[in-house]
């Protein structure tokens, strides 16, 4: 499985930004995709994730209410839609991919490259 992950880039203090992420795979629609994130000098820490038919989401405890998951089926893609971005979030973010929604919260089976998001004060 290849993702492919986009939009990061230079953003202010309480901007948007929206990451998308790729994959050609034929199974993209039975797959739960998710997103983490590294940042300088830390471990990668997880995100956001949802499950394969986009019902259910999982986020972590410092995006909720400002970070939204969203998945198209149709064009086997995954995005995440950031709002009133904290310097403190800038970080390398990563697609993920895995067949279990529960794992996806600390690992995965599949990785995308990194796409760079910073945001300065």
């Known amino acids: 499985v290849q993702l492919q992950a986009s939009g990061g880039g230079l953003v202010q203090a309480g901007g948007s930004l929206r990451l998308s992420c790729a994959t050609s795979?034929?199974?993209?629609?039975?797959?739960?995709m998710g997103w983490f994130r590294q940042a300088p000098g830390l471990e990668r820490e997880f995100v956001a994730a949802?499950?394969?038919?986009?019902?259910?989401?999982r986020y972590a405890d410092s995006v909720k209410g400002r970070f939204s998951i969203s998945r198209d089926n149709a064009k086997s893609t995954v995005y995440l839609q950031m709002n009133s971005l904290k310097p403190e979030d800038t970080a390398v973010y990563y697609c993920?991919?895995?067949?279990?929604?529960?794992?996806?919260?600390?690992?995965?089976?599949?990785w995308g490259q990194g796409t760079q998001v910073t945001v300065s004060s």
């Open positions: 993920a991919a895995d067949s279990s929604l529960d794992t996806l919260v600390r690992a995965a089976g599949y």
């Open positions: 795979a034929r199974t993209f629609s039975s797959l739960n």
């Open positions: 949802i499950s394969w038919g986009g019902a259910r989401q």
